[in-house]
């Protein structure tokens, strides 16, 4: 039993238009409590843009292509998800095992990159589909910068020398790093290994999505798809992972009434075999607004991405695995026990990622 903090089982029940224009490319009850699937469409969450139905009438991928989706987010060349902080001026990779392991799940941190006091969103993505994952950040002016990764974890010749790759993004904010579509627009969900763009406008407080093309002169070219989500001003925290194991990424959302919902692009057909999208509840909440950082990724290298939340208030970090089991009638199984505190003294990041 924690004595500095509750398990999170205990405190969390698992149950941008014209600003957009301006960017620039240069527990409460414990794990696995049975509850009725919540309607497809509440009323608080978001509703899908009119031009993101048309991803839900492409040809959905083969289970077998999930790798693709959910491989190790891997910044150290073995093979295995590694988180990445931010502490003033430094930000740092923290070696993940392979394990859910409490304390032994990740090793000590090794800073790889200095001087990033100006920044105010760090992120990480494989933008050249060469298996390592290339280092983002946008400055508190509004710049965009990639650090390229050189294929050799080597403290801070990690990462490559920076370049600024665009401005405008003052308007950007929850912006996530995923492959989430692959770049022919024809057939958008044959993912091609190169993380996308995603963000939200502080314009229009929309959900944007900006489409990784490939690789020109050595750097990343990207082409605007339009907005995926509108009404985006109830999330507060985003990630993206396949925890439905559909072979295409899930939004996993934490909403500012503390609690955490995902959304399945995939999760029915209507009667033309269209696809259609329904929110599920993982956490139903207050109190999970607590969690400053949210996480989902494969910690244990089983092909199901894990929950990662961090604590403020103590400092913790927790880790709770992913059961292997997507139930849609009791979505909140799919994160099992047992917990674990996989690290203390976690409340000097300004960013976990």
Known sequence: MLTTQPPLRRRLTIAAATAVLALTFTALTSVGTASAAPPSQ?????KLAPGAEKLQTAPKPALGFRTAVDGPADLTGDGK??????????????????????????????????????????????????????????????????????????GTATFGTEYQFGTGWQVADLVVISDFVGSDPNNPLELDGRADILFRSTGDNALHLYVNDGMVNGKPTFSYRGKVFNDYQVVRQLDMADLTADGVPDFFTAMTDGSIWLFDMFA?????????????????????????????????????????????????????????????????????????????????YDTTT
Request: no cysteine; proline share 7%.
């Open 268 to 348: 029915d057909q209507d009667s033309s075999g269209n696809w259609v999208g329904k929110w599920y509840t993982l956490v139903n909440a207050p109190n999970a607004n607590s969690v400053s950082a949210s996480v989902v990724a494969d910690v244990d290298n089983d092909t199901y991405p894990d929950w990662i939340a961090q604590f403020p208030a103590s400092g913790e970090l927790h880790a709770i695995g992913n059961s292997g089991n997507w139930d849609p009638a009791h979505p909140e199984t799919v994160f099992e026990l047992p917990e674990h505190v996989v690290g203390t003294g976690w409340n000097v």
């Open 81 to 154: 998800f590694d988180l990445l902080t931010k502490r003033g001026a430094e930000v740092a990779v923290h070696p993940g095992s392979g394990t859910l392991n409490n304390a032994a799940t990740f090793g000590a941190p090794v800073t790889v990159k200095t001087g990033m006091s100006d920044r105010r969103w760090i992120g990480r993505g494989d933008l050249d589909a060469d298996g390592d994952e290339d280092l983002l950040s946008i400055s508190t002016a509004g710049t965009l910068y990639i650090a390229p990764h050189t294929g050799t974890f080597n």
């Open 42 to 46: 509440p009323g608080h969450a978001p």
